[in-house]
C-alpha cells in the first residue's frame, strides 16, 4: 500500500552558457518558515526530493522518496509504514499476534482433549510428541511468533499512546507542528477513524480547488 508518498518537484537546472559549460540550480534554504493553519512551521528542505517536506515527515533513502508522518521502513513487508497505511501496519500485528494464541490454544487443547478421550492422565513427551508432531509443533511455532510479533504490536500500542512515531522515539525528538501531536485515544482516532487521502487530494482540499 502507498505510505503517503510526497510528490518530486522537478530540477529547475538552467545552463551557465549556450556551449554547455554547466548548470546552475537556485540555492534554497534548508529551513524555511511557512504558516500551517495560521501557525508558523519551519519545514527541512529535501535535495533529494527538490520540495519542504511536512512536519513528521521523512526522506526514505530505501524508497528514494520522502514519505508523510514517516513511522519506519520495513523489510518485512518490502515498503515504508507513513501515514496512510500505518493503520493496516498495526492491524496486521495484531490479528497476527490474535491468529497466533488462537493456533497454540488450539493445538495444546487437542492434546488435552484426545489424552482425555484415551483416558490418559500422565504426560509422556516423547510418545506424545511422537503421536501429535503438528500439534507441538505449532505450539512451539506460534511462542516464538508471540515472542517477536507480540512485542512489536505491544510497542506500537505504547507508541499510540505516545502520540509519537518509531524515528520520534529512537531520536528521542518531537517535531514542531504547532501544536503538541495527539496521543491516546486522540492518536487512535487519528489513525484508524480520519480519513486518509493520497497528498494531491490533500493538496487539492487545502487549496480549495
Known amino acids: ?13 538552467t545552463p551557465l552558457s549556450e556551449g554547455g559549460g554547466g548548470a546552475t540550480r537556485p540555492v534554497l534554504p534548508a529551513l524555511r518558515t511557512f504558516d500551517v493553519l495560521g501557525t508558523p512551521c519551519d519545514l527541512k528542505f529535501c535535495d533529494t526530493c527538490n520540495i ?15 514519505i508523510l508522518d514517516m513511522d519506519h521502513h520495513c523489510p518485512w513487508v518490502g515498503t515504508c509504514i ?39 492422565s500422565e504426560m509422556n513427551l516423547p510418545q506424545d510428541l511422537a503421536r501429535w508432531p503438528v500439534s507441538f509443533i505449532l505450539t512451539v511455532y506460534t511462542f516464538v511468533i508471540l515472542w517477536s510479533v507480540g512485542s512489536l ?4 500500542a505504547f507508541l499510540l499512546c505516545k502520540g509519537q512515531t518509531t524515528r520520534e522515539y529512537i531520536k528521542r525528538t518531537q517535531q514542531a507542528t504547532g501544536e503538541e501531536p ?25 487549496g480549495g480547488v
Request: glycine fraction near 6%.
Open 1 to 13: 500500500t502507498d505510505p503517503g508518498v510526497l510528490p518530486r518537484e522537478p530540477r529547475l537546472d
Open 52 to 66: 519542504y517536506r511536512s512536519n513528521r515527515s521523512s526522506h526514505c533513502h530505501f524508497c528514494n522518496s520522502c
Open 82 to 120: 507513513g501515514k496512510r497505511n500505518y493503520r493496516y501496519f498495526c492491524l496486521f500485528l495484531w490479528l497476527s499476534v490474535a491468529h497466533s494464541l488462537f493456533v497454540m490454544a488450539s493445538s495444546v487443547w487437542h492434546v488435552v482433549v484426545v489424552k482425555r478421550a484415551l483416558e490418559e
Open 153 to 156: 504490536g505491544g510497542f506500537h
Open 182 to 206: 495527539p496521543a491516546g485515544c486522540g492518536r487512535c482516532h487519528e489513525v484508524f477513524c480520519d480519513d486518509t487521502p493520497s497528498y494531491l487530494c490533500m493538496l487539492r482540499q487545502e
